[in-house]
C-alpha cells in the first residue's frame, strides 16, 4: 500500500489538489503529510483511528465499514455517529500499543496526534510503520504551525494560529486517500455553511469584544488549570464568534495561575466536559462547584454574573467537531441573560 516517492515518479503522481474536482481517485496518489510523501496504490481498505477526531471524521466519510480498530477516546460519539460506530474493536480507551495496532492489519493508520504516531510517538514512530507498509497520516493541524518535541508530555506550542481549513484540508485528502471525494466536499461544504450561521447568531446577541477564558482541566482543582492559548482551536472558536481568548500564550493548554486568571477576569469561562477521569478537574461538575465556592474563583465576573458554559471536550481540539463547539456557545450567547 505504501512506498517511498522517488524523484521520477514524483513527476507523475496526481496530487491531492488535482483531484479535487473528480469524483473518482486515480492512482497513483500522492499527498504531503507531516514532512513526509506517502503514496497510495490503491484505497486503503483496513483503518486504524487513533483519537476521537480521526474516528469521526472517518465516520462522517462514510468508511467506518473500513475501520479495524480505534484507539485515544475522550468521550462517547455524537449521536448520529453512535449507530454505525458502536461495532468498531476499541483496541484502547486511551494509547494502544503498537503490536494491538499491528495485530488488524491494517493498510492505513490515521492519527489525530502526533504525540500518539511520530517522532518519540506514544505508538510509534513514522518508520517503524513504514517499515511494515503501513501508512500512518496525522492530522495537519497536530504537525503544521505547531512544534511538539519527542522528549515532551505536553500538547505543544504554535507558531502560526489554528485555522479550520487545516480540518477541512483533512477531510478532502482522507476523502482523495480512501475514493470518496464526493463525501469529503460535501461534508466540507457543511462545515462552511453551520460555521457562518453560528457567526451571524452571535453578532445579533452583541457579544462581539467580550471576553473568554476556555478550561479544559487540572490536575488538582485548587492548583494551575489547563486554559487555552491564543492560537489553538479555542481561540479560532472565539474569533469565530466575535470573542477574545484572554489568555496570552503559544502554548496549546498553558497551565495558568487562578490568581493570573482572577487579573484578566474574563467575561465569559468556557468550561470542558469529557468522559475521560484521569484528573479531578475532567469531571465538569467539580469544576462547576471549584468555581463558585473557591474564595478566588467565585469573585471572578463570569462566576458572579453566571457566564459558565459547557461544551464537550473534544469539540475544543482542532477537529469536525470545532462547528459543534462554535453553534453551542453561540446558542447559548443568545439566550436572554436573566
Not at 54 to 62: M, V
Not at 279 to 298: E, I, N, Q, W
Not at 303 to 317: Q, S
Request: hydrophobic content about 45%.
Amino acid at each position: 500500500m505504501l512506498r517511498r516517492l522517488s524523484p521520477l515518479l514524483a513527476a507523475g503522481l496526481l496530487s491531492v489538489s488535482a483531484l479535487s474536482a473528480q469524483a473518482a481517485t486515480t492512482y497513483p496518489l500522492t499527498i504531503h503529510n507531516c514532512g513526509r510523501d506517502l503514496v497510495f496504490e490503491r484505497a486503503p481498505q483496513r483503518l486504524v483511528s487513533l483519537g476521537q477526531a480521526s474516528t469521526e471524521l472517518l465516520l462522517r466519510l462514510g468508511v467506518g465499514a473500513r475501520l479495524v480498530g480505534t484507539g485515544v477516546w475522550f468521550g462517547g460519539l455524537p449521536k448520529d455517529l453512535q449507530e454505525e460506530g458502536k461495532g468498531i474493536p476499541r483496541l484502547a480507551d486511551n494509547a494502544p500499543s503498537f503490536e494491538a495496532v499491528v495485530g488488524t492489519r491494517p493498510d492505513l493508520v490515521a492519527a489525530q496526534y502526533t504525540y500518539h504516531v511520530g517522532p518519540g510517538g506514544e505508538v510509534a514512530d513514522f518508520p517503524r510503520f513504514a517499515k511494515l507498509g503501513i501508512a500512518a497520516y496525522v492530522a495537519p493541524s497536530d504537525c503544521e504551525g505547531k512544534a511538539v518535541t519527542a522528549d515532551s508530555n505536553s500538547d505543544g506550542s504554535r507558531s502560526a494560529p489554528f485555522d479550520m481549513q487545516l480540518v477541512t484540508r483533512e477531510a478532502q485528502e482522507l476523502a482523495a486517500i480512501l475514493d470518496v471525494q464526493p463525501a469529503g466536499k460535501q461534508l466540507v461544504a457543511e462545515l462552511d455553511r453551520r460555521i457562518a450561521a453560528a457567526g451571524e447568531q452571535a453578532k445579533a446577541a452583541g457579544v462581539q469584544g467580550r471576553s473568554v477564558l476556555f478550561w479544559f482541566s487540572s490536575p488538582r482543582l485548587e492548583g494551575d488549570p489547563w486554559v487555552a492559548g491564543n492560537l489553538g482551536a479555542p481561540a479560532w472558536i472565539a474569533r469565530a464568534l466575535g470573542l477574545r481568548n484572554v489568555v496570552d500564550s503559544a502554548e496549546e493548554w498553558p497551565a495558568v495561575s487562578w490568581e493570573r486568571i482572577a487579573s484578566l477576569d474574563p467575561d465569559y469561562i468556557v468550561v470542558a466536559r469529557m468522559d475521560r477521569r484521569l484528573y479531578p478537574a475532567d469531571d465538569v461538575d467539580k469544576k462547576l462547584a471549584f468555581l463558585r465556592s473557591d474564595p478566588l474563583t467565585r469573585e471572578l465576573r463570569a462566576v458572579r454574573e453566571n457566564h459558565l458554559l459547557v461544551v464537550d471536550a473534544p469539540t475544543l481540539n482542532p477537529s469536525l467537531r470545532v462547528v459543534d463547539s462554535v453553534e453551542t456557545l453561540a446558542a447559548d450567547l443568545a439566550k436572554p441573560q436573566p
